[in-house]
């Protein structure tokens, strides 16, 4: 029974979402933006799930006396001085469902002073590892590694100004060897190539589970056996 | 030689990391700024956007979070410069809801402050972020008071002056979307551009711009990728109205150390094969 | 509620029943559904299907038994997407898996997730896995725990873990966006195995310079498949070859035609092609 509702709920569901393509008539040219937004209302709620399971888990560490106690600590006065400064919209008028971006909330300090630097700050680390993986990744190991070397070579110098100026003096009837040329052409046509292969598989893939999920032939997502 | 040979072989990659926030600090202290001549992916959105007849309306969606802000920002405030240039009226909205503080950021640092003879209401509006994402697309292509009842400040959509002849999103002349994930240009693209022919034009961080070759040029008008798609917009921007000279260059200025960056990488990928060869040599 | 609405206004009369220009779509699907529905039943009555290798997949138990040698803990991040993604979906049909090895070679499982929908579902996969292979024993509710739905504080939360609990098996399965490469170099700079799938073709690059190895694209849906040698879900994948021999085809055809009307500038040709082109366009 506890199998059974959610795999009939998932062959109604995903049936009449595939139908609804096809039927010009209410309600279904509605039903996607529709069932999405029941979909984040349902996401809202779920959030107190997540949140009691962050709570839960990371007391649950600090009373057993973890060695990382500080930063668990950090997380547990983060969450909630930041649902506390939201909730009550310290440093401006109480108004439920107000704006949060209004000037001098504490709210929007802490998003502009605290929250925003910090995602900031870990996507800029993308630098660093991009730097390094490269440094490991693109060697003439053999003949594919070397052409993709070449292509990569190729992109970044025309990602850069050294990159057009480098081959600027070359003659028009040389063009194909200039690297903005370059660059551009192996964006436009083996990266479009692969990106679509990619992409034409992944379309397919996407179809094949779909059906397996709509039929009830994997199951394993629901944490139990294939049928 | 040894020496160099076993540094190589062993190179910490906290040396990597070091050279990398050098390539970085230097030019950004130094405010070296790298102008760029426009390519023809981004020349292309360019010239559609020239191409408007005035008082257009453009949807400039913010779907980026605050992580790529440095890369994104200033995609959104050359759109905004050159939209209010040419007079066209710009819908200002977010599919993410970490985009609807950027998009204050667009208002606050570009319109207020360039534009301060521009209209709230009249020639721009903040529609702000709705829950849905591509959901949320397909529904504003049907309806899009259903979705937008007031204004990002809780104004009736009614009594916004330029809201008044806009009900599904084929009423719009153009989107444009600042972007940097999912949902993003793609899902504009397909759920909105292809099925109601309304050209889109897409500036988004230098990785997803790989993915959106594909749809260049028949289903996307043209495309800033990264800070360099940027930098070369502002290029253009400046080359047809010199005003935006002094003002509009924050791509260019970001330009300078990811210009320095990408030289380095290119150094340590050079170095990862001599360090390579010369490892295979001794074995 | 203006769902229902709708349905109650709604008059027999005025609407069309099928959407005709959607046909070309319509076509597709049918045939696409048919053959894979084919080879399922073909499977189903017992017919062996063979599956190439997929090296990745083949990893998957070497990285966990390394895992349980070294006494050290496995990583599983099931992508940062929700569960209406189909990745997320992939991705906890391979975690059900490597719960199953981790259950049974007694290794410590860690699988942090960014979304509370994901936990509930990964906690009832890893739940059942342990139950199914008798060590219900070993499991722990906190084995999925929920980190933050934002996207670089999630980052910044696993790559704190990989740093400090050193992960030896590092599994990246689902949608991943720009964290793929600072999960993957951090993970390569611990020294983990490290086994990656994702259907994100930007970020495919990342992961197959930063890990040992990658499920490119199809092969992340293919992997429970494969895991779980299940015959109908593998007669799906034959079905879904089909799919790809159509989609081979109608590209060397369209090239073909399109070359003949550059080569030739016939109008025949021509409007051949763009009727051919017609099949396969959206734009209603």
Redesign the interface.
């Known amino acids: 029974m506890k199998k059974r509702v959610p795999l009939i709920i998932i062959f109604c569901v995903g049936t009449l979402f595939v139908l609804a393509i096809f039927l010009p008539f209410p309600p279904f040219p509605a039903m996607e933006g529709e069932v999405s937004v029941w979909f984040d209302i349902l996401k809202g709620f779920a959030f107190v799930l997540g949140g009691g399971n962050l709570i839960r888990v990371t007391a649950d560490k600090i009373r057993k006396g973890h060695p990382d106690r500080f930063y668990l600590w950090v997380t547990l006065v983060g969450f909630f001085g930041m649902l506390v400064v939201g909730l009550l919209q310290l440093g401006g008028p109480i108004a439920p469902g107000g704006d949060f971006t209004t000037e001098g909330l504490w709210f929007r300090r802490i998003y502009d002073g605290i929250f925003a630097p910090c995602m900031a700050a870990i996507f800029s680390t993308l630098a660093f590892f991009v730097s390094s993986a490269a440094y490991r990744a693109f060697r003439a190991k053999n003949r594919e590694a070397t052409i993709l070397l070449i292509a990569a070579f190729v992109i970044l110098l025309g990602r850069t100004p050294l990159g057009n100026s480098l081959t600027a003096w070359l003659p028009d009837f040389l063009n194909f060897l200039k690297i903005p040329w370059l660059f551009e052409k192996i964006l436009m046509y083996p990266n479009t190539a692969g990106q679509r292969a990619i992409l034409i598989g992944i379309a397919l893939g996407i179809i094949s589970n779909s059906l397996r999920l709509i039929l009830g032939v994997e199951r394993s997502y629901l944490g139990g056996e294939r049928s | 030689m040894n020496i160099l040979k076993n540094f190589l072989l062993q190179l910490d990659r906290r040396i990597i990391y070091a050279a990398i926030a050098l390539a970085v600090t230097i030019p950004l202290v130094l405010h070296f700024a790298v102008p760029l001549k426009p390519s023809p992916i981004v020349q292309s959105l360019f010239d559609a956007l020239e191409a408007l007849p005035p008082k257009s309306k453009v949807i400039l969606s913010f779907d980026y979070g605050p992580s790529t802000l440095p890369e994104n920002d200033p995609m959104a405030f050359a759109f905004a410069r050159h939209l209010l240039t040419r007079n066209h009226r710009i819908y200002m909205m977010a599919l993410w809801a970490t985009g609807a503080r950027n998009l204050d950021h667009t208002i606050e640092q570009v319109i207020e402050k360039e534009f301060p003879g521009k209209v709230y209401g009249v020639d721009y509006v903040k529609l702000g972020y709705k829950a849905g994402d591509e959901g949320l697309i397909n529904t504003l292509f049907k309806d899009f008071k259903g979705m937008y009842t007031t204004d990002g400040h809780g104004t009736n959509i009614n009594d916004i002056p330029m809201m008044k002849d806009i009900t599904t999103l084929e009423d719009f002349d153009m989107i444009l979307n600042v972007g940097s994930g999912r949902p993003g240009t793609k899902e504009w693209i397909q759920y909105a551009g292809d099925r109601g022919n309304i050209p889109i034009g897409g500036a988004v961080t230098a990785v997803e711009a790989l993915l959106l070759y594909p749809y260049y040029p028949r289903q996307l008008k043209g495309l800033l990728g990264g800070l360099q798609g940027a930098a070369e917009y502002e290029t253009a921007l400046i080359s047809k109205y010199p005003q935006f000279g002094t003002t509009g260059r924050q791509a260019q200025v970001y330009m300078g150390p990811q210009a320095v960056a990408h030289c380095v990488i290119l150094l340590l990928v050079i170095l990862g094969n001599v360090s390579y060869f010369l490892g295979r040599r001794r074995k | 509620m ?3 609405l ?2 109650l ?2 008059s027999p009369l ?6 005709f220009d ?1 046909i070309n ?2 076509v597709i ?1 049918i045939l ?2 048919t053959a ?2 084919f080879f ?1 039943l073909k499977a189903r009555r017992g017919k062996t299907l063979s599956i190439r290798k997929i090296a990745g997949l083949e990893a998957v138990e070497e990285a966990v038994g390394r895992a349980t040698e070294m006494g050290k803990s496995v990583l599983f991040v099931p992508g940062s997407r ?1 569960l ?1 993604d ?1 990745q997320t ?2 991705g ?2 391979i975690l ?2 490597v719960a199953r090895m981790t259950a049974q070679y007694e290794a410590r499982l860690d699988v942090p997730v960014n ?3 994901v ?3 990964g906690q ?6 342990y139950l ?1 292979v008798g060590r219900p024993d070993l499991y722990r509710p ?1 084995m999925v ?9 999630y ?2 939360a696993l790559e ?1 873990i990989m740093v ?1 609990e050193r992960p030896a098996a590092c599994f990246y399965m689902g949608a991943f ?2 964290e793929s ?2 999960l ?3 993970g390569n ?1 611990i020294g983990a195995i490290q086994v990656a799938g994702t ?1 994100m ?2 970020q ?1 690059p ?1 992961f ?3 890990c040992d190895y990658t499920l ?3 092969e ?3 992997a ?2 494969y895991l ?1 040698q ?1 015959r ?2 593998m007669g ?2 034959k ?2 070859d089909v ?2 021999a159509v ?1 081979m085809f109608a590209i060397v055809i369209g090239s073909l035609l399109a070359t003949i009307v550059a080569l030739t500038g016939s109008s025949f040709v021509g409007s051949l092609f763009r009727a051919f082109i017609r099949l396969f366009a ?3």
């Open positions: 203006s769902l229902f709708s349905v206004t709604l005025n609407y069309e029943y099928f959407a959607k779509l319509f699907l696409l559904v894979i529905l399922v929700d209406d189909l979906l992939a906890l049909s059900g898996s979304r509370s929908l936990m509930a579902a009832e996969t890893v739940k059942e896995a199914a906190e725990h929920y980190i933050t739905d934002e996207q670089f504080g980052v910044a704190g400090r966006l720009a490469l600072i993957a170099e951090t700079s259907a073709p930007v495919l990342f197959v310079a930063a490119i694209g199809e992340l849906f293919a429970a498949a779980s299940d109908r879900m799906s994948l079905g879904q799919g790809k989609a959206l734009n209603y």
